[in-house]
T-cell receptor, first 114, second 118 residues
Framework: QKEVEQDPGPLSVPEGAIVSLNCTYS??????FMWYRQYSRKGPELLMY????GNKEDGRFTAQVDKSSKYISLFIRDSQPSDSATYLC??????????????FGKGTKLSVIP | NAGVTQTPKFQVLKTGQSMTLQCAQD?????MYWYRQDPGMGLRLIYY???????DKGEVPNGYNVSRLNKREFSLRLESAAPSQTSVYFC?????????????????FGDGTRLSIL
């Protein structure tokens, strides 16, 4: 089982819809959870992060962590065409010898149709 | 403020040729990273440098070498390119040292080098 799993989609929704993007992870010791957004032909950029369980809200975006089921979600309210991008979850994972690396999900490609 | 700059943006190589991808950051970050991104595989770490003067292997280091030239620059070299190395390569940097317990420090990415090997 891979450490971080993400459905690659693609996902297509009409403008104004609520979008739910999800990842599962394998190690219950993980504490930090991140979402990156990647526009076409660009590098990923950090969108949001959460620590431990619970929700974090930033404008139209909400990141949610359910540690009991090892499930993380990103919700986008009132989705806009400008939200069309690939969304990647990312979790710092221990790689040995005191080092941590960022393990990414495969990314979900989202299209918001006007 | 340029952030992370990668050169070149595009390159086509023949099998067996060598090439160095260049990366520079102007944010005074300690840690730098090289990833490759392939369809269906996501982002995979090739090498990273926790601080100036150190480098370590990531998930997929075979066929690559790196050099942390100074705090700003981190290069990735393909000594003998193979078609399996056709990919989009991203360089990233972060303030936090890679060997510490991770915090909320983000990794800042360049816009990638699109490399095709025929």
């Amino acid at each position: 089982q891979k450490e971080v799993e993400q459905d690659p989609g693609p996902l297509s929704v009409p403008e104004g819809a609520i979008v739910s993007l999800n990842c599962t992870y394998s190690n219950s010791a993980f504490q930090y959870f991140m979402w990156y957004r990647q526009y076409s032909r660009k590098g990923p950029e950090l969108l949001m992060y959460t620590y431990s369980s619970g929700n974090k809200e930033d404008g139209r975006f909400t990141a949610q962590v359910d540690k009991s089921s090892k499930y993380i979600s990103l919700f986008i309210r009132d989705s806009q065409p400008s939200d069309s991008a690939t969304y990647l979850c990312a979790i710092p994972t221990y790689s040995g010898a005191g080092s941590y690396q960022l393990t990414f999900g495969k990314g979900t490609k989202l299209s918001v149709i006007p | 403020n340029a952030g992370v700059t990668q050169t070149p943006k595009f390159q086509v190589l023949k099998t067996g040729q060598s090439m160095t991808l260049q990366c520079a950051q102007d944010m005074n970050h300690n840690s730098m990273y090289w990833y490759r991104q392939d369809p269906g595989m996501g982002l995979r770490l090739i090498y990273y440098s926790a601080s100036e003067g150190t480098t370590d292997k990531g998930e997929v280091p075979n066929g690559y070498n790196v050099s942390r030239l100074n705090k700003r620059e981190f290069s990735l070299r393909l000594e003998s390119a193979a078609p399996s190395q056709t990919s989009v390569y991203f360089c990233a940097s972060s303030e936090v040292e890679a060997r510490t317990v991770f915090s909320n420090q983000p990794q800042h990415f360049g816009d990638g080098t699109r490399l095709s090997i025929l």
